[in-house]
């Protein structure tokens, strides 16, 4: 096995103290960005991509310097959990699944069954990632090529179709819901023509609606409006906040088995193909809620339903780093930043970098092993502390919640525009959640909308607007196939259930 | 409250002043606190890759007094770091990096910008084109390729390139007018992307940048069938096994007169002054002369002609005029 | 609570009417500019406002259904009780003064997100929580020393500053 031998020499060259203490300090930044909605991945690391400079200078020091912004990366998704589990609040587009059933939890007293679910299935989906990395690098860096615009058009399909259907809102308001967040990813620069569309000349318009400033604003705000419907006079959530939690909650966790290994399937190929981290927690939970047994009770409270999207999107979010070295096409933002810091080091990404600097590599993927489980460890003594924050009376966490609302939507793109924005989503999330108007099926639209349209419209550029090109090979196919199925999937289970059962 | 507060203070502003600089210039103009450097681009595109390198060999030199912010403005491809720039009348401690956005943006969108409205500071490089075809394709040489194209007909070769109506596509336009062939042009959002799709089939041809589309090269995965420039590169160190970047033909030398390279130069807000201007231009030269940058230009390709003042000036200028007769022709202006 | 406390401030019906209204118009607005950017089917697929087009027809179509099952229906339950509202906006309304103090409204200048946030997190706790000056004095300045400590010099993202920044010479 000359991955085995290659991976021990890497974590000869990873396991010095250094490197150790570096991986810490990277998971503890990472786990400080992931909470503060202003400092996402990509720009966490961005930001401190020139600290590591220095570094670079001493022997093996670009593997050092690779390796603690790795680590802020792998903090930065532990971390971006914790405020959705908290305050409803995703830090990051692949968290958002995570607030479903994490924020109900966090509600009932179970925040630190809750964070110790989300960092345990972050560790779990990361890990089984990079055992793919490790053995199956070289074969599914090939699959990977096999994605153009159409297979991404379908894998986006297959995204909204596991999610459809999900909600108990009335049909009309899902369907507004989802249209409305359709209507606000497509404000901005059309990417195809390069046509400006609905900016009616306004320049704060021409960067479009950023994600995150409508997740903060529909989830954060609303959230605080509502709760502040019962008065200030909250009390701090009483709960058991001690470690005991972890291990009673660690006994709970095996019985999710098959969710487990449902997501880190769908994180791995998401991560791969790359479709990225969030389709790959959606659709982690849309799966999960059909498949599990508990399926009816997801969305209020359900550990189940912290697994499945937090397995998922780590899964993703580790395997896409897999995409980022060999052909150097980032799978996410952050991977995107690592990039450049991997090419300002002379690292350049390709084909050959396995070969050529077997020693960066390995030492990176062993790492990710050695990374991971010291993030592990780290997060979850960190669980009591953030779940005590929940103690803390209303009156002060409130305006200091809002004021990294603020920080937040600021730092999305420098402009005051988009703070303004994040209260018009507050009251809009506030109306919408007493209305039962969902917000989920709003917030896809907005994150994949764009992203969808493009592939179809780079598919059926490419085919000469023949719609057929989505059912053209086998692997564009089965997706489309899968979809669609997925779509039909009410009608379909009760086919079965009658052919089957009676 | 008051006592508390009171007692605090102290403590709070020596804290402040400690940490913020309030050592006055020597001599000349110096930034008084951090520098803005906005990238009109997403994050890990070219431009940012190379205003992060910029960044990054300050930080490590100690070039600045003060620091370096990188901060992306990539709204309407590139209109919200422009306009911003334009918003910033006087602010010296702003710069910016452009590409060819400086000119396709405005003349494709009608956006009420001009790079007039920046302060040329320096040009740091030129960022060549590459004309690319997935190394199992049979074409040889540009010439093979465009004509097997031409004789297809329309609609049957595809064409990736970066964004709508900027360079990729000028250039594939500038190459369907000389051939007579015509390609469906894709765009996607990234160069690294684009070359990646080439590998995988999806497209059948790019106009990468060296950058985006060496290691694919290396890996023998992608074959370069000409430059678009008038002469060769001129890095001679071996590549692959058999070429460097500068064995690779010119585009004219195979009967497609296409020129086109793409500005990588630092513009400043309007209305600062010389010396302000100056501090710049001293504090780029210095990157310009470090090991960090040199390596990067050869692994690139860039073609290292750099300019300032007047000189700089009056190339861009050209390189407007060039760029509007180019989408005029290719019909991309903003209609009026 | 009482029998005047409970007095609705808005029904379940009429907010329901009014956000069908509303998405009813920014569906138009999505229709009308893309038919502006042209709706059809292009020689290469949609063109830019093809799928904006649907998008906006859908919205219309499920804001007029929203519209007319909230008609029918006459469900008369609370939206919101004037108590809650009245909760609801002591909050909400310092919230949009803060935002207003952070950039300034119009011609009148901000104060930086620092300051501001220092005003609105003693305000709140102050006003609404009714702490006394000792502890809301310490959240009050140490949470925006703690942010500017993180975000300006460690992080080196700036954020908006104003007068006192500009007065201290850390603008």
């Known amino acids: 096995m000359a991955e085995i031998q290659a991976l021990f020499h890497g974590f000869s060259v990873a396991f010095t103290p250094f490197n150790l203490a570096l991986m810490m300090a990277g998971i503890l930044m990472g786990v400080l960005i992931g909470v503060l909605p202003g400092l996402g991945g990509a720009n966490g690391v961005a930001i401190l991509l020139p600290l590591t400079f220095a570094m670079a200078n001493q022997p093996g020091g670009a593997t050092s310097a690779i390796i ?272 450049g810091g991997l090419l300002i080091w002379g690292l350049q990404p390709g084909p050959l970098l396995f070969q050529e600097k077997p020693d960066f590599v390995w030492g990176l993927i062993a790492s990710m092993y050695l990374g991971n489980i010291a993030g592990l460890i780290v997060v979850l003594t960190t669980v009591p502390l953030f779940a005590a924050v929940l103690r803390i009376p209303f009156s002060i966490v409130a305006p200091v919640i809002l004021v990294i609302c603020a920080i937040g939507a600021y730092t999305v793109h420098n402009s005051m525009f988009d703070v303004w924005m994040m209260l018009v989503f507050g009251v809009v999330g506030y109306v919408f959640k007493k209305l039962d108007y969902p917000l989920a099926p709003l917030v896809l639209a907005i994150v994949l909308g764009d992203r969808a349209e493009e592939s179809f419209r780079q598919a059926l550029l490419g085919s000469g607007g023949n719609l057929a090109t989505f059912f053209d090979n086998a692997l564009v196919g089965s997706i489309t196939a899968l979809a669609l199925a997925m779509l039909f999937w009410g009608p379909i289970k009760l086919v079965f259930s009658r052919l089957t059962g009676r | 409250m008051k006592r508390n507060a009171i007692r605090k203070l102290p403590g709070v502003l020596a804290a402040l002043f400690a940490t913020g600089t309030l050592t006055a210039a020597a001599q000349g103009w110096e930034p008084t606190k951090s520098v803005e450097f906005v990238v009109p681009a997403g994050t890990g595109g070219g431009a940012d890759q190379m205003a992060r390198l910029i960044q990054g060999i300050v930080t490590k030199h100690n070039l600045m007094k003060q620091p370096m912010v990188v901060v992306n403005k990539g709204g309407g491809a590139g209109a919200e770091g422009f306009m911003d720039m334009k918003g910033s009348k006087g602010d010296p401690h702003k710069i910016i990096i452009t590409l060819s956005n400086l000119f396709t943006t405005p003349l494709a969108q009608g956006t009420p910008f001009s790079w007039k409205d920046l302060t040329p500071v320096k040009m740091m490089a030129l960022d060549q084109f590459v004309f690319w075809v997935n190394s199992a394709a049979p074409y040889k040489t540009a010439k093979e390729y465009t004509d097997a194209a031409k004789a ?82 001129i890095y001679k160190t071996k590549v692959t096994a058999t070429m460097a970047w500068s064995d690779i033909p010119t585009c004219k030398s195979q009967g497609m007169d296409v020129d086109y390279q793409m500005l990588r130069g630092i513009f400043m807000a309007p209305g600062v002054s010389k010396e302000q201007t100056g501090y710049y231009v001293g504090v780029l030269k210095k990157v310009m002369d470090t090991q960090e940058w040199k390596d990067f230009m050869e692994k690139g390709a860039f073609s290292q002609t750099t300019m300032q003042g007047d000189e700089y000036t009056a190339w861009v200028a050209k390189e407007e005029k060039r760029h509007e007769g180019l989408m005029a022709e290719a019909g991309f202006l903003a209609k009026k | 609570m009482d029998e005047a406390s409970d007095k609705p401030a808005a029904s379940v019906r009429a907010a329901d009417l009014w956000t069908a209204v509303i998405l009813f118009v920014i569906g138009c607005i999505v229709i009308k500019d893309s038919l502006r950017l042209g709706a059809k089917w292009g020689d290469s697929g949609p063109e830019s406002g093809y799928f904006p087009f649907y998008i906006g027809m859908l919205l219309c179509a499920s804001s007029v259904a929203n519209f007319l099952l909230a008609w029918f229906k006459r469900r008369h339950e609370t939206f919101v009780s004037k108590e809650s509202f009245k909760g609801v906006v002591s909050v909400f309304v310092p919230t949009v003064v803060y935002v207003g103090l952070i950039g300034g409204v119009g011609p009148v200048p901000g104060l930086g997100i620092y300051v501001a946030s220092a005003v609105f997190i003693a305000c709140f706790m102050r006003l609404l929580g009714k702490y006394g000056w000792g502890t809301t004095a310490g959240v009050a300045l140490g949470v925006p020393l703690a942010f500017f400590l993180l975000f300006e010099k460690w992080f080196r993202v700036p954020l908006p500053k104003g007068p006192l920044e500009a007065l201290l010479g850390l603008a």
């Not at chain 1, 459809?164 to 009335?170: A, F, V």
């Open chain 1, 68 to 339: 603690l912004l790795s680590c802020i990366y792998w903090g930065a998704l532990f971390g971006g959990a914790i405020t959705s589990i908290l305050f409803n609040i995703p830090g990051e587009p692949w968290s958002v699944a995570t607030t479903f059933d994490g924020y109900p939890m966090a509600q009932q007293g179970r925040a630190g069954e809750a964070l110790t679910a989300a960092f345990t299935s972050s560790f779990v989906g990361a890990f089984i990632a990079v055992l793919m990395i490790t053995f199956l690098a070289p074969l599914v860096a090939k699959f990977a090529l096999r994605f153009g615009p159409r297979e991404y058009f379908a894998v986006y399909l297959l995204t909204f179709c596991s999610f459809i259907g999900m909600t108990k809102s009335p049909p009309s308001k899902t369907l507004a819901a989802m249209m409305l967040g359709f209507a606000l990813a497509a404000v901005g620069q059309d990417s195809m023509t390069g046509a400006l569309r609905m900016t009616f000349d306004q320049v704060v318009l021409f960067k479009g609606f950023d994600f995150l400033i409508a997740v903060i604003g529909l989830f954060g705000i609303g959230e605080i409006l509502i709760t502040l419907e019962e008065g200030l006079a909250f009390k701090g959530m009483q709960g058991k906040i001690n470690m005991k939690v972890v291990m009673q909650t660690w006994k709970q966790l095996p019985k999710y088995w098959k969710t487990s290994i449902r997501s880190s399937v769908i994180g791995c190929w998401m991560g791969i193909t790359p479709g990225g981290a969030t389709p790959a927690s959606f659709m982690g939970y849309g799966v999960a809620k059909r498949m599990s047994p508990n399926g009816a009770n997801f969305g209020k409270g359900e550990m189940e339903g912290v697994v499945a999207p937090e397995t998922a999107a780590h899964a993703a979010g580790t395997s896409a780093l897999l995409p980022m070295l060999t052909l150097g096409i980032p799978g996410s933002p952050t991977a995107a930043v690592l990039l």
């Open chain 2, 152 to 233: 297809a007909g329309p609609g049957k070769f595809k064409m990736g390139g970066t964004g709508a109506k900027q360079e990729d596509q000028i250039i594939t336009v500038a190459v369907e007018k000389i051939t007579g062939a015509k390609f469906t042009y894709i765009p996607y959002k990234g160069g690294g992307e684009v070359a990646t799709q080439l590998v995988g089939k999806h497209v059948d041809s790019t106009v990468n940048n060296p950058i985006e589309a060496v290691e694919q090269w290396r890996a023998g995965n992608l074959r370069p069938l000409c430059v678009f420039d008038d002469k060769p590169m």
